[in-house]
């Protein structure tokens, strides 16, 4: 069983699989030191779901950390610059590229404004998942 579930999980790489393939290791240790089927299901059952809880958190987060550009999550992107890529109708809501391509949500501050696409806007605040935006003057003075 620890063989297939591990090659389970070479296939699918979803850190799921890996965990029972653990749990097996520890019944197959429990059979060997001659404990019955009942402690082998019980200790199957604890080290699967107990790495399960402890290591696929780290594991995730590990290589999270390693690929790419991180998530700024909520507070990240508060006063930083965004472009408009669908406008922000009065009232409403558009979306907006925040850095080198992260899209959120936004809906313009002052909520009778209107924000054309392609306009630069600062991000004042989050609401939930929305990003809250104001228009930047250009150099020539114009919103």
């Known amino acids: 069983m620890a063989g297939l579930a591990f090659a389970g ?41 107990l790495s399960m809880v402890v290591l696929r958190p780290a594991l995730l987060n590990r290589l999270s950390l390693r690929g790419g550009e991180a998530y700024a999550g909520h507070r990240g992107i508060t006063g930083e610059s965004a472009v408009v ?17 992260e899209f959120w949500t936004a809906r313009a501050m002052y909520s009778g404004e209107e924000i054309g696409e392609g306009a630069k806007v600062r991000v004042l605040g989050i609401d939930g998942l929305t990003a809250l ?11």
Request: glycine share 18%; charged share 15%; net charge negative.
């Open 9 to 49: 999980e070479l296939l699918s790489v979803s850190f799921f699989l890996l965990f029972f393939s653990l749990g097996a290791v520890v019944a197959l240790a429990m059979a060997f030191a001659g404990f019955g089927l009942t402690a082998q299901a019980i200790g199957f059952i604890g080290a699967s779901v």
């Open 85 to 101: 890529t669908e406008p922000i109708e009065a009232g409403g809501k558009g979306t907006v590229r925040v850095g080198s391509g």
């Open 133 to 143: 935006v104001e228009p930047v003057e250009t150099e020539g003075g114009e919103l």
